[in-house]
């Protein structure tokens, strides 16, 4: 079987870290998974060493692209000018539709016409996705499929496994704040330098790391205040780390005691939390689904009032004070992640689905070399 994944945005995110590990896991099973998108925002790295990728806005390449592949069914993400592409093309397998955008209004526009393409089926990443897309679609099945995370990559690694050769570095005594993102609105990292402000003017042992969001919209919005408000010294950014470097993050900040913090406004579903979890590092984020769905307050985690900065600091504050805490925590959200959302749980419900829709049987590679 072989699939095609359109998607606008090729970025360092959930998205495109979630559809690595499906497509990882889809070629045991003798799924290819091929990847279309229009733009590329520094995340190739993420993809190319996996599957083949084609980055191109050009309209004829692109349905040459769907014309000559074959594909045997084709899943399109929150870009609404593919069905007009597939539809040129010619195209006459399956589609299935991913939506993956959190906020309404954002939304709409990429499930408002189908442009005479009638979906099999919408995918969204969780319950509260699918609340949301509920509201704009009517008469289309929609099956929720977490992400999955790749627990022999992400993993808690030892102090000797660690990368102590590069960037971030740990500082004796520090506590470390990990906040992965994008430098964006939704992500909301103003919240994220109130946070730091009112921290340092509590105490001198905690530091942030700020990772990510070197090509991010607001980065020089974000640069301006973090000089302004004097932050420099106290909250460290990193604009660019590799992806196969990021389970040594979470290990550092495992490490030191600390935690990840969230301080994003909406999430459709949220990668860095199960990948926080699975490497043993608690995660502080606002009391919001789909976050709820994810994070057990007091036992993975602590979740804060809304974006209120006065709680958040209460939640961090109760982790990184506490080690013994921290201990249980670490435990019990590997612990969580390996029964719901690793890639073995998750992405089997995908591949069912793939030979339902398609008709088509496909082989478990391992089971054939085996014999």
Known sequence: MKVLVIWRLLTVGGVNAGWRNRSIYFKKHGIDTEFLYTTD??????????????????????????????????????????????????????????ARTPELIKLKPQLKSFRGIIPETIVVPSHYQRRLVSILTDGI???????????????????????????????NGKKIIGWIGRLDKRKNWQM????AMQIKSQRDDIEFWVIGGAQSVQREEFVSKWQEE????????????????????????????????????????????????????PVVASKMMPVTELVN?????????????EDAVKQITSIVDNPALHQQMSVAAMARVHEKFVIEVVAEQYVHLLKEITGIESVDRNEVSSD
């Open 141 to 171: 099945p929609i099956q929720v499929i977490y992400n999955g995370i790749d627990a022999s990559f992400f993993r808690a690694l030892s102090f000797e496994e660690m990368n102590h050769d590069s960037e971030p570095f740990l500082h």
């Open 230 to 281: 004097q932050l420099t010294d106290m909250v460290k950014w990193f604009p660019i780390i590799p992806y196969q470097q990021m389970p040594h993050v979470y290990a550092k900040i495992r490490k030191s005691g600390g935690c990840t913090l969230a301080t994003t406004k909406t999430e459709s579903f949220g990668n860095t939390f199960i990948e926080s979890m699975i490497c043993g590092v």
């Open 297 to 309: 307050h007091g036992e993975h985690g602590m979740l804060f009032r809304g974006q209120n900065v």
């Open 41 to 98: 925002h520094g995340g190739l790295h993420i993809m190319e060493d996996i599957a083949p990728v084609y980055i191109t806005k050009d309209e004829r390449e692109i349905i040459k692209i769907i014309r000559d592949n074959h594909y045997d069914a084709i899943i399109v993400v929150d870009t609404g000018a593919a069905y007009k592409w597939i539809r040129k093309a010619k195209y006459k397998g399956p589609v299935l539709v991913e």
């Open 192 to 195: 994220l330098l109130e946070v």
